[in-house]
């Protein structure tokens, strides 16, 4: 549309009467990254100093899915908060 000196201004229907379709396409998340840093040393509960799995969860990783990899992954980061005041951003 083209707006010239004495043209009728559009009123706000002209944009919003537009029907937008929104496809179904199922979205997939890329597979989560191993959070390892190569500090690999366990503390006495058995958690890993250097990225915040324990054991189990280092040893999962490895057959575990995308959804348990992702519940691995927070629970790592649960750790990580409250076992320092320091945040990693």
Same mark, same amino acid.
């Given at each position: 549309?083209?707006?010239? $000196?004495?043209?009728?201004?559009? %009123? +706000?229907?002209?944009?919003?009467?537009?029907? +937008?379709?929104?496809?179904?396409? #199922?979205?997939? +998340?890329? =597979?989560? $990254? %191993? #959070? @390892?840093? %190569?500090? @690999? =040393?366990?503390? =006495?509960?058995?958690? @890993?100093?250097? @990225?915040?799995?324990?054991?189990?969860?280092?040893?999962?990783?490895?057959? =575990?899915?995308?959804?348990?990899?992702?519940?691995? +992954?927070?629970?790592?980061?649960a750790r990580r908060t409250e076992s320092s005041s320091i945040q990693l951003l």
């Amino acid at each position: 549309m083209t707006f010239t $000196a004495g043209n009728p201004t559009p %009123s +706000l229907n002209t944009y919003t009467n537009k029907t +937008l379709k929104v496809v179904n396409y #199922p979205m997939e +998340l890329p =597979a989560p $990254a %191993s #959070p @390892c840093i %190569s500090i @690999c =040393a366990l503390d =006495a509960d058995g958690t @890993c100093l250097g @990225c915040f799995r324990t054991g189990d969860e280092i040893t999962d990783w490895f057959i =575990a899915d995308d959804v348990r990899k992702r519940e691995i +992954l927070r629970n790592a980061e649960a750790r990580r908060t409250e076992s320092s005041s320091i945040q990693l951003l």
